[in-house]
């Protein structure tokens, strides 16, 4: 079982960065695929990215390819998501996950999550 943190959301102008991490508690990070998803207001929960167990894969949505980059720390137990050049449209709550599967993008094969950090980038 893997319990996980997100934090660093926040507002940011549009054309600005901000660097999310998760935090997975339990010596068994390295079993599991990771990944970030994100959720605005009214809207289903939408795959953004997700990163293989030993971080040598990764596969982006269309819509943030080239301005995220998701990393991990096995280490650290710790995944990142390096967000640049935000638009509004990258509003929501961003949530990462686990996975026993290597990667994923359906929320329904991630059974960990966390409770969400918002992020808020304005015109």
């Known amino acids: 079982q893997v319990q996980l943190v997100e934090s660093g959301g926040g507002l940011v102008q549009a054309g600005g960065s901000l660097r999310l991490s998760c935090a997975a508690s339990?010596?068994?990070?390295?079993?599991?695929?990771m990944g970030w998803f994100r959720q605005a207001p009214g809207k289903e929960r939408e795959f953004v990215v997700a990163?293989?167990?030993?971080?040598?894969?990764?596969y982006y949505a269309d819509s943030v390819k080239g301005r995220f980059t998701i990393s991990r720390d096995n280490a650290n137990n710790t995944v990142y998501l390096q967000m640049n050049s935000l638009k509004p449209e990258d509003t929501a709550a961003y949530y990462c996950?686990?996975?026993?599967?290597?990667?994923?993008?359906?929320?329904?094969?991630?059974?960990?999550w966390g409770q969400g950090t918002q992020v808020t980038v304005s015109s």
């Open positions: 339990g010596r068994t990070f390295s079993s599991y695929g």
């Open positions: 990163i293989s167990r030993s971080g040598g894969s990764t």
């Open positions: 996950a686990a996975t026993t599967l290597g990667i994923a993008t359906l929320p329904i094969s991630y059974g960990y």
